[in-house]
């Protein structure tokens, strides 16, 4: 119990309790700017809108073929913060370069692509020019946490949302789904342009630390990205397809907004203390240690949760509609699953990827992808919403027991190369 108060002591002295302020305050913001959009637009032209920056939501954790990623992992391993500050305009004036000509691949696509709605396509076109502030809004929120300004880092992270509210709220009102559009494209320059002062790409001369695999890092986490965006939209796209009735979507986004949400506790700390296990990542005494207290903490924290979803959880899912307390049993399974994750892969992904092993990630993400559909298919016409719940639990122990046997046998591989 000591060395449980010991880690959530260091984690707090790391402005861990303003991260996990500032996540939770960002994920309201963002759902107002979300309600305001519903309350002010009509549904057809909103929908258009939502589909079209999908698509963009899906490019930019691309955008600098991923540098931003390659930066925070490291970074952390220089010892000079000189020499952390020269591999950040390394990546931001690189990352520039390649974002501009992504956003003209993206143009040059849309005007070939034979859309069926021309307001799709415009939608994606103006959205595209949204990719190059975005890549710069990731990099300053990487540059403060490499540099251990967590609270500047989850600050811009607020603004940004903040931004997001009043852009929608006042554009939305004038000029619709126009308006929401330029709320969106608006947001990341608004903040980006505040921080301009911290945006230099006056190299002295190139980082040694870069090399190819500095790049191959990079990439292989933007599709990592790109590709566990699709693992949590499979289950809704399959039940689309399968269940003619549509609110079966709306069921089963309802069930599992409460248990995917909590999943924000662990990116917290992830979010915090990533930069610290990187830059310890040699110290085999160091990482064991926070491993054995982490899984302790979270272990304890998954058991009151489910603790709460078992007995409560009629109630709980009844405060979003008397008819969702009917799939109870759901919640506890979908609950159980994110469990695994928030004890297991939440550790162990990001464990994986300090000790440069992010393609191991983007391996067991493909193949749970691969696993989810089959297991969609199977289940989704013979158990409805239920079959898709189980099928997401499953993949979220596979995804989980995957990454710690991986980390366990490549970080034994990675100290004896280090030797």
């Not at 880092?153 to 009043?166: A, E, H, P, Q, R």
């Not at 993400?365 to 289940?379: E, Q, T, W």
Request: charged fraction near 15%; proline fraction near 3%; aromatic fraction near 16%.
């Amino acid at each position: 119990m000591n060395n449980i108060k010991i880690f959530i002591s260091n984690f707090l002295n790391r402005s861990g309790f303003q991260v996990i302020l500032a996540t939770i305050l960002s994920r309201v913001f963002s759902f107002v700017a979300s309600w305001l959009a519903l309350q002010l637009i009509p549904n057809k032209e909103l929908g258009l809108v939502i589909f079209s920056y999908n698509i963009i939501l899906f490019i930019i954790p691309l955008t600098g073929l991923g540098l931003y990623q390659s930066l925070i992992r490291y970074a952390p391993l220089l010892q000079k913060t000189e020499d952390k500050i020269q591999l950040f305009k390394y990546v931001l004036k690189k990352g520039v370069l390649v974002t501009i000509l992504i956003i003209f691949c993206l143009l040059f696509v849309c005007f070939f692509f034979p859309f069926e709605n021309n307001e799709v396509k415009s939608y994606i076109i103006y959205l595209s020019l949204a990719l190059l502030p975005e890549y710069l809004f990731q990099l300053l929120k990487v540059q403060y946490r490499i540099l251990h300004q967590n609270k500047k880092s989850v600050k811009l992270d607020v603004l940004y949302n903040i931004f997001l509210v009043l852009l929608v709220g006042t554009l939305s009102y004038s000029f619709q789904e126009k308006g929401y559009v330029l709320a969106l494209l608006l947001s990341p320059i608004l903040v980006t342009t505040l921080c301009r002062k911290d945006l230099s790409w006056n190299i002295k001369n190139k980082p040694n630390i870069v090399n190819w695999e500095f790049w191959k890092y990079g990439l292989f986490a933007g599709f990592t990205s790109v590709v566990s965006q699709l693992l949590v939209s499979i289950d809704i796209l399959v039940i689309g397809i399968l269940l003619s009735n549509p609110a079966y979507v709306t069921d089963y986004k309802y069930i599992s907004i409460i248990p995917i949400s909590l999943l924000f506790l662990s990116k917290a700390f992830m979010t915090t203390d990533y930069v610290t296990i990187t830059e310890r990542i040699y110290d085999k005494k160091y990482i064991v240690n926070y491993v054995k207290n982490y899984i302790s903490l979270f272990s304890t924290i998954s058991a009151v949760i489910l603790f709460i979803s078992y007995f409560w959880g009629p109630n709980i899912l009844s405060l979003f509609d008397i008819t969702f307390s009917k799939y109870d049993s759901s919640f506890f399974i979908l609950t159980l699953g994110v469990s695994s994750i928030l004890i297991l892969r939440g550790l162990f992904g990001n464990l994986l990827s300090s000790i440069g092993k992010v393609n191991i990630n983007l391996i067991i993400v493909l193949i749970a992808v691969g696993l989810n559909i089959s297991g969609n298919y199977y289940l989704v016409p013979k158990l409805g919403v239920k079959g898709a719940i189980i099928t997401s639990a499953t993949i979220m122990f596979f995804t989980s027991i995957a990454s710690s046997l991986t980390f366990l046998y490549y970080y034994n591989i990675f100290l004896k190369n280090d030797k």
